[in-house]
């Protein structure tokens, strides 16, 4: 499985981002897709993640009500759009696959990983 995530850039405080993992492969062992990042000095942390099958989204507290998860089944590719960006936000956002479909905060539901992208917020 192959995983590549792009969009990244620098913006703003109060700007947009919209992330894409496109995915390639044997996909079809993916249950769902999580967006997880990481600023410098800090664990990883969970962002926000979505089921393929049902569509059933979930999120951090940090980012519920300004960014939004989807997917394009035909694609085989997951989005993250980042509105309302502040500079905490600052971090490089990565992409995984879970064939676990649960418990998808967790960095050990997922099976492989997106090379990274970076989203730099200035104030």
């Known amino acids: 499985v192959q995983l590549q995530a792009s969009g990244g850039g620098l913006v703003q405080a109060g700007g947009s981002v919209r992330l894409s993992c496109a995915t390639s492969?044997?996909?079809?062992?993916?249950?769902?897709m999580g967006w997880f990042r990481q600023a410098p000095g800090k664990e990883r942390e969970f962002v926000a993640a979505?089921?393929?099958?049902?569509?059933?989204?979930y999120y951090a507290d940090s980012v519920k009500g300004r960014f939004t998860v989807s997917r394009d089944n035909a694609k085989n590719t997951v989005y993250l759009q980042t509105d309302s960006l502040k500079p905490e936000d600052t971090a490089v956002y990565y992409c995984g696959t879970s064939s676990r479909g649960y418990e998808l905060a967790y960095r050990g539901s997922y099976d492989y990983w997106g090379q990274g992208t970076q989203v730099t917020v200035s104030s």
């Open positions: 979505i089921r393929w099958d049902n569509g059933a989204t």
């Open positions: 492969g044997r996909t079809f062992s993916s249950i769902a």
